[in-house]
């Protein structure tokens, strides 16, 4: 157990509502990643922190955001959510800085 | 990151060591093989890593062919809480832009 949780588990949304999704982490570590997942694409990287306030975009960024003002929280938010937004989100951390990642359960989230 | 390739799919019998193959032949001198798998519904879990030299933890083997070519992920006693789909990823293991790039990975059935 890597100690990571995200909420909600499930949500369902409207086109053009903002959601913001929660991965929340007890070990303190400093880089955390949200990754969507979609049939056909594998997993795809969204945002990545690398510490409190030091975020980056990852290769598919567009339509969401980012913050991180406490270690052990990373948001990522939907502005105004579209259809080809819902997907399965997963949060990760990365304790050491190297390849391994560890999983959140995951944000199943659909959007109407 | 070093392209790798994996058999779509295999399946073993309940109780007996699962070998998963992975080739990777363009993997450069500082590229470690990194194995995850993520069983229905769950987020991927890491299992093991390695260089060169072969690797073994409470969950797998890894063994890694001298030319460093290839791999093969054993899971020794494989149950049937095994089943899922395994993926094999080479890449630098450092720093905070440690997008992990998943490709299709092998689907492992068990069999009771």
């Known amino acids: 157990d890597a100690g990571i949780t995200q909420s909600p588990r499930h949500k369902v949304t409207e086109t053009g509502t903002p959601v913001t999704l929660r991965c929340h982490q007890t070990?303190?570590?400093?880089?955390m990643y949200w990754y969507r997942q979609d049939p056909g694409h594998g997993l795809r990287l969204i945002h990545y922190?690398?510490?409190?306030?030091?975020?980056d975009k990852g290769e598919v960024s567009d339509g969401y955001s980012v913050s991180r003002s406490k270690t052990e929280d990373f948001l990522l938010t939907l502005e105004s959510a579209t259809s080809s937004q819902t997907s399965v989100y997963f949060c990760?951390?990365?304790?050491?800085?190297?390849?391994?990642?560890?999983f959140g359960p995951g944000t199943r989230l659909t959007v109407t | 990151d070093a392209k790798t390739t994996q058999p779509p799919s295999m399946d073993c019998a309940e109780g007996r060591a699962a070998n998963l193959p992975c080739n990777h032949s363009?993997?450069?001198?500082?590229?470690?093989v990194y194995w995850y798998r993520q069983i229905h519904s769950q987020g991927p879990q890491y299992i093991i890593h390695?260089?060169?030299n072969n690797e073994t933890n409470e969950m797998a083997s890894l063994i890694i062919t001298e030319d460093r070519k290839s791999s093969t992920l054993i899971l020794p006693h494989a149950t049937l809480r095994d089943t899922a789909v395994y993926y094999c990823?080479?890449?630098?293991?450092?720093?905070?832009?440690?997008?992990?790039?998943f490709g299709k990975g092998i689907t492992l059935s068990v069999r009771p």
């Open positions: 990760a951390i990365n304790p050491s800085g190297g390849g391994e990642q560890y």
């Open positions: 070990e303190n570590h400093r880089y």
């Open positions: 922190s690398y510490g409190v306030k030091d975020t």
């Open positions: 363009t993997i450069s001198g500082n590229e470690y």
């Open positions: 390695g260089l060169k």
């Open positions: 990823i080479v890449r630098v293991p450092t720093g905070a832009n440690s997008k992990l790039t």
